[in-house]
C-alpha cells in the first residue's frame, strides 16, 4: 500500500522559513515523478513544485527563487524549502507523486490528475 505523509507545517511570521518533508513508503519506484501542491482558504488547489526522475525542477512563479523542491538519494523523502515566507503562502500544502513513465521533464506542475498518489497535507500559516 502505497502511503505519503508529510510533516513540518506550522505557524510562521513573514520572512520566515519552514522545511516540509513527504515520506513515501510502499512505493517501489525511487525516480518517481513528484510535486508539492498547496490549497488556500477559499481557493483552489495549485501546483507548487515539481520533479521528475532526474531531478529537474519547475516551479509557480508565485514561489520561484524563494522555494525549493528535493528529494532523497532513495526516493523515499520529498522535501521543499521555503524562504521569505508571505502571508499569501498560507495553505494547506500537500505532496503527490506518480510512476516515472512518461514524466516530462521537470515533472507535472499544473496536471494534477496525472500525479496517482497523494498524502494528507500539512498547514502552513504565516502571519504578517
Known amino acids: 500500500q502505497v502511503q505519503l505523509v508529510e510533516s513540518g507545517g506550522g505557524s510562521v511570521q513573514a520572512g520566515g522559513s519552514l522545511r516540509l518533508s513527504c515520506g513515501v513508503s510502499?512505493?517501489?519506484?525511487?525516480?518517481?515523478?513528484m510535486g508539492w501542491f498547496r490549497q488556500g482558504p477559499g481557493k483552489e488547489r495549485d501546483g507548487v513544485a515539481a520533479l521528475d526522475g532526474d531531478g529537474r525542477t519547475i516551479y509557480a512563479t508565485s514561489v520561484r527563487g524563494r522555494f525549493t523542491i528535493s528529494k532523497d538519494n532513495a526516493g523515499n523523502t520529498l522535501y521543499l524549502q521555503m524562504n521569505s515566507l508571505k502571508p499569501e503562502d498560507t495553505a494547506m500544502y500537500y505532496c503527490?507523486?506518480?510512476?516515472?513513465?512518461?514524466?516530462?521533464?521537470?515533472?507535472?506542475?499544473?496536471?494534477?490528475?496525472?500525479?496517482?498518489?497523494w498524502g494528507q497535507g500539512t498547514q502552513v500559516t504565516v502571519s504578517s
Open positions: 510502499g512505493f517501489p519506484y525511487s525516480r518517481a515523478c
Open positions: 503527490a507523486t506518480r510512476p516515472p513513465f512518461n514524466c516530462p521533464p521537470g515533472g507535472y506542475l499544473r496536471s494534477q490528475n496525472e500525479y496517482s498518489y
